[in-house]
């Protein structure tokens, strides 16, 4: 395989150290910095208080750091970045010998309000070699609760030097570990010439890199200071490129003039450079100030022939596992532009798998060396597969400027995929940041998977079928149908356990073509209600105009609007009013996280719906616990008071400062970010003070009213953990829990 495409040079000076806010928390104050610099982190360790029941969970409390020497991985030294209070070290995940960390994730659970709250979760780690190349993933620790957030990596070349950590004091709600900051510094293995002449004092003025070794050559970026007084100085500065014997390869590329511009690019996408110093030089009398160089390229080849590249073990990368998708959806169509770079290359016909458009994108976020583009086609029949003839492809630089096109000229009927190759005998690859497919005449096409195979390796999500930051909806394909155009999936939600196995001509089944009819949202999240006239019938009836309308329609016609067929406003996009419409029961008010639970909750939502979902909802929500130590002034107006006089007692604060709404959400009913707590059977709880025979739950279902409710408000012991908890949290008898 090919070198990867890496920065292989670095500025003379490397300036300060930057600094990367992996998550930024919600509560608590920024502890200190701590390092063991010249070393760099190479492993880390999450101490984490696990589940505690009825208590007070705080989830992640501590964070330790393992650093490397970068000349001797096995030198290593360990650095506690903070302590924290309550729970255990989880273990020590190191990268892979010889790697060290760039990048990390973390896991946090969002403010769910007046429950438990327990912020950062779970940590993961991006490890790379001392070259940035090797790219791998290590899940330090995954947590309880919440969603992973999305990857943050320091500046290319750069290696974690120092972190420091948020952190809640006790007090209140703990929540402890919040969020993670690194510091991180440019770290350069090449020889780095600064010398020449006074910078200033003449004529001639210059600057060079030298290489490891003679190395293919693809993109110069020269970043230009950002203070005023010295923008300028790089005006009318030449770039040379000099073999290893000193002779210019590539002469006097002109940088021009410099005044209020950030930077200047080079690239070689045409040609083969081979180089092994890069040299600045100043034409005039002027300083020469630079505030960063980086070149982009293969690393270390044998010789100066692209057959010498082969013998790297880097790996080809596909490389729109790691991009962005963006795309305008046609009328009539279904799928997200993400579908397309979803990892599944299944051509046929089901919705879930492929993306209908007019124009799509992937863009990778930064330059990359790109050398084959294969699209692949809907095998779903003549009509669908038809559709990708004549379309362009496009690699697009960082400009957006085009810097390839290629067209597929040919009927495209019974073509499983389409291939492009960009690496030749005499140039390899093309540079890019951003790849491009649509019709000129802007008519739609299907397309299952687009792959981009090349090189500079990215970290993909830890699910190939999830972005980061992306979720894939659930969509019911208006053009499937069985035998009869009638029979489309909105005939199969009225009766789908007989009709989900259904297929079309085609061979799709109902299950697979109508998720949301079918309830087969295991692989896709339930798509969100729409508001106001975001969403129109493509006919009026009976006054149906707008989703809203359907409250004011008896039960019968609200099933039957339900299965109409209406246009989004925003992108004219088509769609059942069951999808979208929060009042036929299917679509949800928010989108909930993507990512699955460790320990998933067996207790249902609280408050069953008017409209019943008719799919599960995959969210993480812990069960909502009022907390027993909380009250107004005194011990007797505790949580129990609260519930007796929600309307009046909820807005009450304790001495810390802490509202009853937040503390007692059983009590106030502030169940929409909890679950109501399970009820438990026989004698898993049991009253501290025995009052009127009083024993367990179960006795309260003999009580009359007056004394059930003044019992309801009794605190016990939760046999499997002691915890503490009210009786009208886990006793049937007194409503509020659930079986």
């Known amino acids: ?68 020497d970068l000349e001797d991985w096995n030198s290593q030294t360990q650095k506690d970045i903070y302590p924290g209070v309550w729970g255990g070290w989880k273990g020590m995940k190191m990268c892979s010998p010889g790697k060290y960390i760039v990048g990390a994730r973390v896991r946090f659970e969002d403010s769910c309000g007046y429950c438990d709250n327990t912020a950062l979760n779970g940590l993961e780690i991006a490890c790379r070699d001392k070259y940035w190349e090797g790219a791998e993933t290590i899940n330090v620790y995954s947590g309880t609760w919440g969603g992973w957030k999305p990857w943050v990596y320091f ?29 991180s510094s440019l770290i350069t293995h090449n020889s780095v010439t600064c010398a020449g002449p006074p910078i200033g004092a003449s004529d001639g ?23 005023s007084c010295c923008d300028q100085r790089l005006s009318n500065a030449i770039v040379d490129i000099l073999d290893e014997n000193g002779t210019p390869v590539i002469v006097s590329e002109s940088i021009g003039n410099a005044d209020n511009k950030q930077g200047f690019h080079f690239t070689f996408h045409d040609q083969n450079v081979f180089g092994k110093t890069i040299k600045i030089t100043q034409t005039t009398s002027e300083n020469l100030n630079l505030a960063e160089v980086q070149v982009f390229g293969y690393n270390q080849p044998t010789s100066s022939s692209i057959s010498s590249l082969t013998t790297s073990t880097a790996a080809l990368t596909n490389l729109a596992l790691c991009g962005t998708a963006s795309g305008s959806i046609s009328s009539g169509g279904r799928g997200h532009p993400h579908l397309a770079i979803d990892g599944n290359t299944d051509g046929y016909l089901r919705d879930g798998t492929w993306s209908f458009t007019r124009w799509w994108k992937v863009d990778f976020g930064a330059n990359r ?72 005449d802007n008519s739609s096409f299907y397309m299952v998977e687009v792959q981009v195979f090349g090189y500079l390796a990215c970290f993909p999500t830890s699910s190939p079928s999830q972005q980061t930051g992306t979720s894939t909806y659930c969509t019911d394909d208006l053009e499937w149908y069985f035998q009869k155009k009638g029979r489309n999936c909105d005939w199969v939600r009225e009766k789908p356990d007989k009709r989900c196995l259904k297929k079309n001509p085609f061979g799709a089944k109902a299950r697979r073509a109508c998720p949301i009819a079918c309830s087969n949202t295991n692989k896709c999240t339930l798509p969100k209600c729409v508001r106001g006239t975001k969403w129109k019938p493509k006919q009026e009836r009976k006054n149906f105009k707008k989703c809203s309308h359907l409250k004011r329609i008896g039960r019968k016609a609200k099933e ?78 505790n949580c129990y008071w609260v519930h007796q006089s929600p309307k009046k007692h909820c807005k009450k604060k304790n001495d810390l400062g802490v509202t009853a709404r937040r503390a007692c959400p059983v009590a106030c009913s502030r169940t929409n970010n909890c679950t109501l707590p399970k009820c438990v059977k ?3 709880w049991q009253p501290l003070q025995e009052r009127m025979n009083f024993k367990k739950c179960s006795h309260l279902e003999n009580m009359g009213s007056k004394s059930k409710e003044k019992l309801c408000g009794i ?25």
């Open 715 to 739: 605190v016990g012991l939760m046999k499997n953990d002691n915890s503490q908890t009210f009786a009208y949290q886990v006793c049937k008898a007194c409503g509020n829990c659930v079986v």
């Open 155 to 183: 500046p290319l070349g750069h290696f974690g030097t120092a972190a420091r950590v948020r952190f809640d004091d006790p007090g209140g709600d703990d929540t402890a570990l919040n969020g993670i900051q690194f510091e």
């Open 205 to 227: 003025a210059w600057w060079q890199v030298e290489l490891n070794a003679v190395s293919l050559i693809k993109v110069i970026t020269i970043y230009n200071p950002s203070d």
């Open 560 to 637: 039957k609007f339900c299965g109409r067929v209406g246009l989004m406003m925003d992108d004219n996009r088509e769609a059942f009013a069951y999808q979208v419409c929060r009042e036929c029961g299917y679509c949800v008010s928010t989108i909930p996280s993507m990512e699955p639970s460790v320990n998933p909750s067996s207790v249902p939502s609280i408050v069953p719906s008017a409209s019943p979902t008719h799919s599960p909802i995959n969210s993480v929500l812990k069960p909502c616990h009022d907390d027993p130590k909380w009250y107004f002034k005194s011990d007797e107006r």
């Open 1 to 68: 395989m090919i070198a990867a495409l890496i920065s292989i040079s670095a500025s003379c000076v490397h300036g300060e150290p930057t600094y990367s806010v992996i998550y930024n928390g919600v509560w608590g104050g920024w502890k200190g910095w701590v390092s063991d610099k010249p070393k760099v982190a190479c492993g880390a360790e999450l101490r984490f208080e696990d589940s505690c029941g009825g208590c007070d969970d705080t989830a992640g409390n501590g964070l330790r750091l393992k650093f490397c």
């Open 682 to 684: 026989l004698t898993k």
């Open 369 to 440: 060396l790109i050398t084959e583009i294969v699209i692949w086609n809907s095998m779903a029949g003549d009509s669908y597969e038809e559709k990708l003839s004549n379309a362009v492809v496009e690699i697009l630089d960082e400009n957006d400027t085009v810097v390839i096109s290629k067209t597929i000229n040919y009927p495209t009927t019974n073509v499983k995929n389409v291939t492009f190759s960009f690496d030749d005998d005499n140039v390899i690859g093309k540079v890019g940041k951003a790849v491009k497919v649509y019709q000129p």
